[in-house]
Structures are given as structure tokens and as C-alpha cells.
């Protein structure tokens, strides 16, 4: 049993959106992005960016106290370092080969998004055997793709399988939700439950992020209070119900005037279809200050930022939009939210 009263902590492990690495000469200041929900002395870990192992290390949360992994979406950039995480750290986990890490996430599309209107030739899809893989059946693809490291260590070394570590699973969307991948990604829903223990129960409400679907944000409910985490999502009403009156909102942001520096004077049809994909996918600041204030959030953090390279300015202008506390996290802040005191 973990010791509750240490409380609800979120440990901003890597806070950089995008299948970048950010900065080119220099420190990278932000990683991929990964956040860990701390209740107690176990974590639960949502996405898997690249660097996530790293920065567990670096914020001392031992992967012995990992309980799920949880993953918004399919995009590399939160899912890139789920091998690294499973295979680097069975070291750190033979002790678990009873009680396995689930890793929870988006099931199989179903069919290939539609392509893009900029296309002069419909490009060839990778991988047409099977083109939209789910959470499951990427891990298991993602095991067999390590099968020669792993067998040398499994049949040489006596070390566990990461199949005996984690267990891969689809989060069901619910049948009356009216959700189909292509003409109705994002139904008006409300939350639904995907996961629950002791410490907490976790809901979860389909996003707008095209053409990926299912893509979901994520609220974590416990004894010491709420925090709610967007995903990759433009503005959705969605987003709203699932952070109604939440302590803390981790939410996505976009500096669009990045975009227009980034594609100006660019008129192939790849730089415009990406040009497209960043405005009906994504969030501003002003738009992530908007949804928390009608949510009634209690504190506002931006993560997922792209570019992971702007200076402090760029995020703060628009966060005035939002009257609570306003948080602009780096790799590794905690955002400690203390236990609520018992009614009197």
C-alpha cells in the first residue's frame, strides 16, 4: 500500500510535443513527452516519449514502483521509448514477473485515415498487412522486433521476458458513443472509466487530433484531488467535460506563429498538408486558457510544446486568459496537490 499521505504529485518527465528533437548544437532543455502520476510511493506513467527512461532516472522513481503505463495516442512522439522501457527495464524488474505493468492505450483503427486533399499521388501506405496496429499488437511487434537481444538475455542470462513485465491492452471506446475513426472520430461524450485501484480511478474521453483516431485525454481521480491531461487535441468540448472543476488540467499547446515561420514560402504539397494537420490538430495557448476557464479548472499547465525550443514569452502570452494558477512546467518539475481535508 502506497503512503497516501505523501499525496498527488505530477512529475513533468519530458514536456515537448512533436517527432523532433529540439535544439540543434545546444542542451536539449525538453524531451519527449511522458508525465508521471505520483500517488503514495507508486507512479503511473502517461505516454512514453522519447527519453522517458532517462528522466524516470533522473526523478528517482524506480520502475519497481511503476503501476500502468498509459498512452493517449499512437503518434511516434508518445510512443517512441515504450521498447526502451520495456526492455532496459526489466533490469529493474525481475521481482515482477507475477504482477505485470499493463499498458493501456488506443485500440486498432480499423481502416487508413483518408488521404490528404494536397496529394498530387496517393502516396502507398506503410506496412498494408497491417497498417493500423493498437496498443497491443504494437508491443508484441515491438518484442519481436528486440527477438535477438532479448532471446541472449532471456535464454543466456536467465533474464525475464518483457512479455512476463508488461501486458499490452486496447482501451474499448463505448458502442453508444457513435465513434468511427473516420466520419465521427470525436462524438460529444461523456467520460467513461477505463481503469481503477485503490488509490485511483482513471476516465477517459475521446480528443480531436486527425487523422489519428482513437486518440484520448485522460483524468486521473484520487483521495488528494484531480489531475486531467489533454492528449494531442484541438479545442473540443470533450476536453471540457473531462476536466469539469479539476484541480490541475495538463494541456497541450501550439505556437502557431511557429507554424507560419516554419512553412512561409513553402508551396509543395507535403509542407502545406503539414501546415493543414498542425491547425485542425492542435491547440493555442489562448484556446488551452479558454477550455480550462469554462472547465472550471483550479490550475492551468502547458506540456506538449511545440515548439520545445520558444522561450518562456511565447507560452505566457494568451495564459492570461485563465484566472487560476498558471504553471509553465520544465523536464522534471513536480506539481505537488496536497490531500483534501475530511469534511467537518
Not at 505493468?101 to 498487412?129: E, F, I, K, T
Amino acid at each position: 500500500m502506497a503512503d497516501t499521505e505523501l499525496g498527488l504529485r505530477v512529475i513533468t518527465l519530458g514536456t515537448a510535443g512533436g517527432p523532433r528533437w529540439w535544439g540543434s548544437g545546444q542542451p536539449i532543455r525538453r524531451t519527449g513527452i511522458a508525465t508521471a502520476i505520483a500517488v503514495g510511493d507508486v507512479f503511473y506513467l502517461v505516454d512514453c516519449g522519447h527519453g522517458v527512461g532517462r528522466r524516470l532516472n533522473e526523478a528517482g522513481l524506480g520502475m519497481q514502483n511503476l503501476r500502468m503505463v498509459f498512452l493517449t495516442h499512437l503518434h511516434s512522439d508518445h510512443t517512441i521509448d515504450l521498447a526502451s522501457l520495456a526492455i532496459f527495464g526489466l533490469y529493474e524488474m525481475v521481482g515482477r514477473t507475477g504482477g505485470p505493468v499493463r499498458v493501456l492505450g488506443p485500440g486498432d483503427r480499423g481502416m487508413l485515415p483518408p488521404v490528404s486533399s494536397r496529394a498530387v499521388v496517393p502516396p502507398h501506405p506503410v506496412a498494408p498487412h497491417c497498417p493500423t496496429p493498437g496498443t497491443r499488437r504494437m508491443f508484441e511487434t515491438l518484442v519481436a522486433a528486440h527477438a535477438t537481444d532479448l532471446n541472449d538475455r532471456v535464454l543466456d542470462g536467465l533474464r525475464p521476458s518483457p512479455r512476463d513485465l508488461f501486458a499490452a491492452e486496447d482501451i474499448v471506446v463505448p458502442a453508444a458513443s457513435g465513434y468511427h475513426p473516420n466520419d465521427n472520430p470525436t462524438p460529444p461524450m461523456e467520460p467513461f472509466e477505463i481503469y481503477r485501484d485503490e488509490l485511483v480511478t482513471v476516465t477517459a474521453v475521446l480528443v480531436e487530433h486527425p487523422p489519428i483516431a482513437p486518440a484520448f485525454g485522460f483524468r486521473f481521480e484520487t483521495a488528494s484531488g484531480s489531475v486531467t491531461i489533454s492528449g494531442d487535441t484541438a479545442p473540443t468540448a470533450n476536453m471540457v467535460r473531462l476536466a469539469r472543476d479539476t484541480d490541475l488540467l495538463l494541456h497541450e499547446a501550439i505556437d502557431f506563429d511557429f507554424v507560419e515561420r516554419q512553412y512561409a514560402g513553402r508551396d509543395d504539397e507535403g509542407s502545406r498538408a503539414s501546415r493543414d494537420h498542425h491547425y485542425k490538430s492542435h491547440t493555442s495557448v489562448r484556446d488551452a486558457a479558454r477550455i480550462a476557464t469554462e472547465a472550471g479548472a483550479r490550475r492551468l499547465a502547458l506540456h506538449h510544446l511545440v515548439p520545445g525550443t520558444a522561450p518562456e514569452a511565447v507560452w505566457r502570452a494568451g495564459a492570461d486568459q485563465f484566472d487560476g494558477e498558471f504553471i509553465l512546467p520544465d523536464d522534471l518539475d513536480v506539481i505537488s496537490l496536497h490531500p483534501v481535508p475530511a469534511p467537518v
